[in-house]
T-cell receptor, first 118, second 117 residues
Framework: AQKITQTQPGMFVQEKEAVTLDCTYD???????LFWYKQPSSGEMIFLIY??????QNATEGRYSLNFQKARKSANLVISASQLGDSAMYFC???????????????FGSGTRLSIRP | GAVVSQHPSWVICKSGTSVKIECRSL??????MFWYRQFPKQSLMLMAT?????????EQGVEKDKFLINHASLTLSTLTVTSAHPEDSSFYIC?????????????FGPGTRLLVL
């Protein structure tokens, strides 16, 4: 069963507008972590933001915020004031299991291609 | 901090040859390294997890005899694609994690593009 679902294969947004990228997840674990990564055309994976399952506050990192709705199992990424450089693939990901284990796996969603229009 | 490098960044080889890809953690000791494969316009698929000094754990459907992983030290892991074929052409990305860092995340290398002719 797919554990990370990103339903938007592609999005177009006008520069300076805010954009929300959707992500839903499925897990039976109580302890898990949710991530968003950005992948530009160069291919590198850039870590954007992290939300732990026990974190009560929504995570924020600069222009990025994660709208974490635990009951709905959703972890949407919000980018405020979008810039041309935000054009890239965005992946939602989840890590399950042992919080203190560096060996726990991260699984990725199918991604959303975001294109910013000038 | 937490920089991961990969070498080579690009490789083109003939069908039937073997290719080795290196993944290094430059400024930290990686307790665990991960290898992913990404086909065009697709997501990252985990191939295997390796801990220093022990055998790698492969994901279901990944041939361990074809994709040899060696994690000989806390800063180096290698992936060898043996007897490569055109269907092995892909983008291979490694990542590393460490108990001494933000242990909730992994740090990714820049990736290696493999083209098998």
């Amino acid at each position: 069963a797919q554990k990370i679902t990103q339903t938007q294969p592609g999005m177009f947004v006008q520069e300076k507008e805010a954009v929300t990228l959707d992500c839903t997840y499925d897990t039976s674990d109580q302890s898990y972590g949710l991530f968003w990564y950005k992948q530009p055309s160069s291919g590198e994976m850039i870590f954007l933001i992290y939300q732990g399952s026990y974190d009560e506050q929504n995570a924020t990192e600069g222009r990025y915020s994660l709208n974490f709705q635990k009951a709905r199992k959703s972890a949407n990424l919000v980018i405020s004031a979008s810039q041309l450089g935000d054009s890239a693939m965005y992946f939602c990901a989840m890590r399950e299991g042992d919080w203190y284990s560096s060996a726990s796996k991260i699984i990725f969603g199918s991604g959303t291609r975001l294109s910013i229009r000038p | 901090g937490a920089v991961v490098s990969q070498h080579p960044s690009w490789v083109i080889c003939k069908s039937g040859t073997s290719v080795k890809i290196e993944c290094r953690s430059l400024d930290f000791q990686a307790t665990t390294m991960f290898w992913y494969r990404q086909f065009p316009k697709q997501s990252l698929m985990l191939m295997a997890t390796s801990n220093e000094g022990s055998k790698a754990t492969y994901e279901q459907g990944v041939e361990k005899d074809k994709f040899l992983i060696n994690h000989a030290s806390l800063t180096l892991s290698t992936l060898t694609v043996t007897s490569a074929h055109p269907e092995d052409s892909s983008f291979y990305i490694c990542s590393a994690s460490s108990l001494g860092l933000r242990q909730e995340t992994q740090y990714f290398g820049p990736g290696t593009r493999l083209l098998v002719l």
